[in-house]
């Protein structure tokens, strides 16, 4: 079935509408004042760590600090091992980070009330089709996606992960939804635009001072450009 997406912009807002067969279907709304920033990729200050909460403050400089568990810091020797052969055992946070460290953080939570923002050290970046985690060895497919089709898609990503990134990879992945009919030409663009986004990630990490932000997600436009656009899309209208 055809569909056509209207989108209206203002200043203060952008409206999205996905219509098939003359009848509504989607509708998304964004203001800017009020976007969230999860997602967003800082290269965070540790300011305090908790022992006795296994948890971290650190400022990314936002108005109040952003806090750091334990459990959602990468550690790279659990990824070593082989599944279900990780040790029960976490490392202890205090082992892990010290005050003054910088640390390359994402958004997973946006600041509420007194609370400031909830921050991952296992980055992900999502591109069209996939879903990059370069940290990872992890191929996955999007729970939507029935069997037997998700084996075959996992495999296919796999083995087209390893022709563009070598067998040694470093940088796991997982396809979304989109990436169901997707050819492996499709797969392939996906995968150069998420290699370069990350290495544009490493170099500014490198080269920014602490407390700043490294990468930030697109607005709504962007990400139905991104997402939303697909072979049955017949017209997209811009007010």
């Known amino acids: 079935m055809f569909q056509d997406i209207l989108i209206n912009w203002a200043p203060h807002e952008t409206r999205v509408a996905v219509i098939e067969a003359g009848a509504v279907q989607e509708v998304h709304l964004e203001r800017p004042l009020e976007r969230g920033i999860v997602g967003n990729i800082y290269l965070g200050k540790v300011t305090r760590v908790l022992p006795g909460m296994q948890s971290a403050f650190i400022d990314i400089g936002m108005e109040k600090a952003a806090f750091l568990h334990v459990a959602d810091l990468f550690n790279p020797a659990s990824v070593s091992k082989s599944e279900g052969a990780q040790d029960a055992a976490v490392t202890p946070i205090e082992k892990q980070v010290f005050e003054g460290q910088t640390l390359l953080v994402q958004v997973i939570k946006d600041p509420i009330g007194t609370k400031g923002a909830r921050l991952t050290t296992q980055i992900s970046i999502a591109g069209r089709m996939l879903v990059f985690l370069p940290q990872d060895r992890h191929v996955g497919v999007s729970q939507k996606i029935a069997q037997p089709l998700r084996d075959a898609l996992r495999d296919r990503l796999d083995r087209l992960a390893n022709e563009f990134m070598g067998q040694d990879?470093?940088?796991?992945?997982?396809?979304?939804?989109?990436?169901?009919?997707?050819?492996?030409d499709d797969i392939r663009k996906d995968l150069r635009y998420l290699q370069a986004t990350w290495e544009n990630i490493r170099q500014l990490a490198q080269t920014r001072a602490p407390k700043s932000l490294i990468h930030a997600d697109l607005n709504l436009m962007q990400r139905v450009l991104r997402d939303m656009v697909v072979e049955a899309t017949q017209s997209i209208r811009i007010e």
Not at 172 to 181: H, K, P, Q, S, V
């Open 169 to 184: 990879r470093v940088g796991g992945f997982i396809l979304r939804t989109n990436a169901e009919d997707a050819t492996d």
